[in-house]
């Protein structure tokens, strides 16, 4: 059993967060003694998930529809599955999106590294997608691909 305070360090968030989060009912099954929180084995497991559902990108009030759905059993293993699916999909979007930013990203750094050292822009620019090194030419058909 842990304490608040060791929750806290061990998640690094404000033990103010800990208490939100008991207030809204994600830990449905939180001992006490004396009126002090308790975290078990499952309280732990529990803030992982839901610490993991915020980070992509979830609500509480959908969190807490899925400690919900949790509490009644088995017959919401098909829903559970689905909103675990639908933020895999937009978490894959969003790495898929930010991929495409740090591609610009290289290709930038790689354009402006030549220019300082031509001194110039004026051969980047004549510079074809094709003529570009291997690896920027990659880059670049990344961060300018339809989808950015």
Known sequence: MY????????????????????KEGLFPHMQRTSGI?????????????IECL???GLEIKDIKRFI???????????????LFNRQ?????????????????????CWYYEQAIQDGSEERLRA??????????REAYRRAHAPSF
Request: aromatic letters at 8%; hydrophobic letters at 35%; charged letters at 30%.
């Open 37 to 49: 929180r308790r975290f078990g084995e499952t309280e732990v497991e529990t803030l992982r998930v």
């Open 127 to 136: 510079l074809a997608p094709e003529d570009l090194p291997e690896p920027i």
């Open 88 to 108: 895999k999909d937009a978490l894959e979007a969003e790495l898929e999106r930010l991929n495409q930013v740090k591609a610009m990203l290289e290709y930038k």
């Open 68 to 82: 919900l759905w949790c509490e009644q059993g088995s017959e919401t293993y098909g829903v559970r599955l689905a």
């Open 54 to 56: 915020k980070k992509s």
């Open 3 to 22: 304490t608040i305070g060791q929750i806290s360090q061990m998640f690094h968030l404000p033990i103010s967060t800990l208490r939100y989060y008991d």
